[in-house]
């Protein structure tokens, strides 16, 4: 690894901002991990987050050296066209596609279950599948990892690569992106599991967050596909953008809730105290 280059001016601000764009992208990934390990015991969580955001790590190096591979999924290998519809099937968009199926199951499936509330053998049955929880957070990984690392390289391909820099440079700083923001989702995945296990509100947001990051998923695998009806109208990607300052705002507007919410506890418990003093 040619070190010395990762410290020029360009390789710095490259490595900001595609860690940056790790960590944004990886923000459903954190939710997604907290509500899973959420139903384990507490002395598990650690154990599961670690080992599934490790995943994602390996995932994400992984495909970064399989980049030609990953890049020959883009050509179609079924088609379809006639005068309903037409799309072209690529081993991209069937990924993208599977991942997002797999997303909007597993959320619906979530806020259901809160929402119908669950037995004490069920609750009893959920803390004990670590297991469990390792494969569903590791098929996710594999999803993100895949949409995480084509909007690197589409990121990167843009850029006009300095004097000296060459496919193995671009390569070490995508590299050295990954492993950053894994880091840093480590260091405050705990944090942001607690918050989330401590407030049903912003598990059910959380999980509406997800259904959203599916539907877009969703949408996504059918633009990679070139999906068009007959009327010549073209499914198109959604802007990652547009979802995320909604989910951003959503989030400060329930921060707002919540910090309502506690001002007018200590308020309630005096008014309480005070009456039953007047009752005595």
Not at 18 to 36: A, C, K, M, R, Y
Not at 66 to 71: A, P
Not at 156 to 179: D, N, Q, R
Not at 185 to 202: E, L
């Amino acid at each position: 690894m040619n070190f010395q280059a990762l410290f020029a001016p360009e390789a710095l601000i490259a490595i900001l901002t595609l860690t940056f764009l790790e960590i944004i992208l990886g923000i459903d990934n954190i939710v997604f991990i907290s509500i899973v390990t959420g139903k384990l015991s507490a002395k598990d969580r650690p154990k599961a987050r670690n080992i599934g955001l490790g995943l994602a790590l390996l995932f994400r190096i992984m495909m970064l050296f399989g980049l030609s591979f990953i890049l020959s999924l883009n050509q179609p290998f079924y088609s379809l066209n006639n005068d309903i519809l037409s799309f072209g099937i690529s081993g991209q968009s069937l990924i993208v596609f599977l991942g997002g199926l797999f997303l909007l199951y597993k959320s619906v499936s979530e806020i259901h279950e809160k929402l119908e509330g669950e037995t004490e053998g069920e609750s009893r049955e959920s803390k004990s599948g670590v297991s469990k929880a390792i494969i569903q957070i590791a098929l996710l990984n594999l999803v993100f990892s895949f949409d995480s690392i084509l909007t690197a390289i589409g990121l990167v391909s843009l850029k006009e690569a300095p004097e000296g820099f060459g496919y193995a440079t671009g390569m070490e700083i995508m590299i050295v992106s990954v492993i950053i923001s894994v880091i840093i989702m480590m260091a405050f995945a705990g944090p942001v599991s607690d918050f989330v296990n401590k407030n049903p509100t912003i598990q059910i947001l959380g999980l509406s967050f997800l259904i959203l990051i599916g539907v877009m998923l969703l949408a996504e695998a059918s633009h990679m596909s070139h999906l068009k009806f007959m009327n010549g109208l073209e499914v198109n990607a959604i802007p990652k953008g547009y979802l995320y300052f909604a989910i951003m705002f959503s989030l400060f507007i329930e921060f707002l809730n919540i910090k309502m919410r506690k001002g007018k506890n200590p308020v309630k418990l005096h008014d309480s105290k005070i009456m039953d003093k007047e009752l005595k």
